[in-house]
């Protein structure tokens, strides 16, 4: 599955939102599709760059922030990240680790009726 995400994502990169429309990614349940079915982990970006992730219920606070040519830098626990843009739209979110062919790929809540905590809830949505 990864290897095929891996290969899925630059082909439809061209239909991507542009990254500095922040206002699609804020103030979204983005949830985390990888292991959901042993950890629920939902990403909060808020406006004034506080990133807030909850993970089956606890919240662990960070900062993100958008720092041009489609890369994004989040923080948190002690830890730094960068990620590239692979796509993203009102209802998929697919991060890449710089410099690695992994992506995190997320999937908006607000835009499911209901909660999405499991894959075949994923599959549906």
């Keep these: 599955m990864r290897t095929f995400i891996a290969?899925?994502?630059p082909k439809i990169e061209r239909y991507s939102r542009k990254l500095d429309?922040?206002?699609v990614?804020?103030?979204q349940h983005w949830v985390l599709i990888e292991n959901i079915e042993k950890e629920k982990r939902v990403y909060l970006f808020r406006p004034n760059d506080e990133l807030?992730?909850?993970i089956n219920g606890k919240i662990v606070k960070g900062?993100?922030?958008y720092v041009g040519n489609k890369s994004l830098l989040i923080d948190h626990c002690d830890q730094a990240f960068l990620f590239k843009l692979g796509f993203f739209d009102e209802n998929l979110l697919a991060l890449k680790i710089d410099s690695k062919d992994e992506y995190?790929?997320?999937v908006n809540e607000n835009q499911y009726k209901g909660?999405?905590?499991s894959s075949a809830k994923v599959i549906d949505f």
């Design 7 to 9: 290969d899925i994502i």
């Design 52 to 54: 807030l992730i909850s």
């Design 104 to 106: 995190a790929l997320f």
């Design 25 to 27: 990614l804020t103030n």
């Design 21 to 23: 429309d922040v206002t």
């Design 63 to 65: 900062k993100w922030e």
């Design 115 to 117: 909660d999405i905590n």
